[in-house]
């Protein structure tokens, strides 16, 4: 960035790619959508919530296809999103530094990687190089309420 030139507004960037935060989703026990340590904000794992219920359910490469789980990664990103624009205002993220992305994950199911890949790819697209981010992608037995990904940001927040 060159001096005097405004930092980027990721906001009007959703509105380019023509994407919509959604509401942030009501947690579902005793727990905070987002907490802001110095300048970091960390969410908590976001489910693929849609109008307040789960886009699908079931285990990923079992009942649940790897593309629809990408799918609902990347609205578990969105709903992370959302917690963070609530929080501190999208505009204050200077980059995302973590992804962790869990899979329900049908016996034999090796494909993480690609699954939590619908989550990355939104965040690219949205932040651009300050989207490029650390990462894990998880295989687990199961997850909150039978949701098929759960994914978790850390983000670091402009000086």
Not at 75 to 102: E, F, H, I, K
């Amino acid at each position: 960035m060159t001096q005097g030139t405004q930092p980027p507004s990721w906001r009007a960037r959703l509105a380019e790619l023509g994407i919509r935060l959604p509401p942030v989703a009501a947690p579902v026990a005793s727990y905070v959508p987002a907490v802001r340590t110095g300048q970091l904000v960390f969410t908590s794992g976001q489910l693929p919530f849609v109008d307040g219920g789960l886009r699908r359910t079931g285990k990923v490469g079992g009942s649940v296809d790897p593309e629809d789980a990408a799918a609902d990664a990347k609205l578990c990103a969105l709903n992370a999103l959302a917690a963070v624009d609530d929080l501190v205002g999208l505009d204050s993220v200077a980059r995302v530094v973590r992804v962790v992305g869990y899979v329900a994950s049908a016996e034999g199911f090796s494909g993480q990687p690609r699954v939590v890949n619908g989550a990355s790819e939104l965040l690219g697209k949205v932040f651009g190089e300050a989207g490029h981010h650390a990462r894990s992608a998880v295989g687990v037995a199961e997850l909150p309420l039978g949701a098929p990904v759960e994914i978790e940001l850390t983000v670091e927040l402009r000086g």
